[in-house]
């Protein structure tokens, strides 16, 4: 049997649909292939983007 990968938004408030989108996204791997959190200060890039 395989994975299920559909998402399943139904019920959920906008803004926490939105955040489930993004960490289907994986940002990790974006922000690991671009180097955008070499010179961070605060926040690194994931947070931010929320």
Sequence with gaps: MGKNT???LVGQPIFKQAIN???AINVSSLV?????DHYY??????PQLV
């Design 6 to 8: 559909e998402i399943k």
């Design 32 to 36: 690991k292939k671009h180097g955008a």
């Design 41 to 46: 200060k605060t926040f690194k890039a994931k």
């Design 21 to 23: 989108l993004i960490d």
